[in-house]
DNA sequence: CCTTGACCTTCCAGTAAGTGGAACTTCTAT
DNA sequence: ATAGAAGTTCCACTTACTGGAAGGTCAAGG
């Protein structure tokens, strides 16, 4: 099965599936011309990888979980434990986030947010009070 | 002021201000002997990009913030409609993020965790059947 | 046979916002 | 004089891809 056909039928644009080759998660054979050439399980695993990676599961995860998908001895508690830490770090993420709307939404309801320049939000980035309670976001690309 | 001063005062690692200042965003003049010499003008800056960092503004936002910041002559609707734009930002990756919780949540919560492999985890990867309605998790790294 | 277009290949660069480390110089204190 | 702290630059690495260039291959039509 030729890259686009696979890209089709797994939902993952043909760059991510090779960057996938690239970093090990998929070993596809190649045709005599030098084409990729998928098996059906090659299929599957991409498959599987872009239903993990829309879970949000980081790409070191899915090669565990992929790893456990492919061992008949697997337990069920490796699953399990990998689902849950996932999912405490995006409950962590909400409430951070939701820390950070309920703080912006108050700065923005107390903008008059006319042609003045005066401006609660620009006051509170200029207090200098913050330096020692500042929290870097963790890592929050929106 | 050297950067460590400065560092400590705004909170911000050396690193940063230094990757700061490569990016435009502060323009410290220098000691004879090469050493930066942040003026309190910085210091503030400084300050108010940690601030607006720290409320998830993304560098290309804290450049406008910072020039607004500058503008004497700003009027506040410009500065209320990047933090609105941003809290709606925010706010969607929160809707986001829940509805991931409550999958991962139902997952976890029907795998019994134990020594057999059977998992509703890993029958929820399997799954063929996502490949349309899949949607990536825009940009979200935890 | 030739061409056109779709599809495939590799490789390089860029994204966001820093962080870590190496190699080196300068300042400060003993 | 020398040790250690603090400063400097530069390069590489992080995440998970994505875009684009330059070029090879394949199927269909004239």
């Known amino acids: 099965m030729n890259i ?4 089709e039928q797994s939902g993952l644009p043909a760059k991510t599936i090779r ?17 990729r050439d998928f098996a059906v399980q090659d299929l599957h695993k991409l ?5 993990a990676r829309s879970l949000g599961f980081s ?13 008949r001895e697997r ?9 849950q830490s996932h999912l405490t770090r995006v409950d962590r993420k909400i409430k951070e986030l939701q820390a950070l709307s309920a703080t912006l939404r108050d700065l923005v309801v107390r903008c008059h947010g006319d042609e003045r320049p ?10 200098s009070d ?13």
Chains 1, 2 share one sequence.
């Open 19 to 35: 960057y996938y080759e690239d970093i090990g998660l998929v070993q596809p054979s190649r045709h005599e011309n030098g084409y």
């Open 130 to 142: 913050f330096a020692k309670t500042r929290k870097h976001l963790a890592g929050t690309t929106l």
């Open 47 to 51: 498959a599987f990888l872009g239903r």
């Open 118 to 127: 005066d401006c609660p939000i620009m006051d509170d980035l200029t207090r």
């Open 75 to 83: 337990s069920s508690a490796d699953v399990k434990a990998i689902a």
């Open 59 to 71: 790409i070191k995860e899915c090669r565990t979980l992929l790893s456990l998908y492919e061992d």
């Open 4 to 7: 686009g056909n696979v890209s």
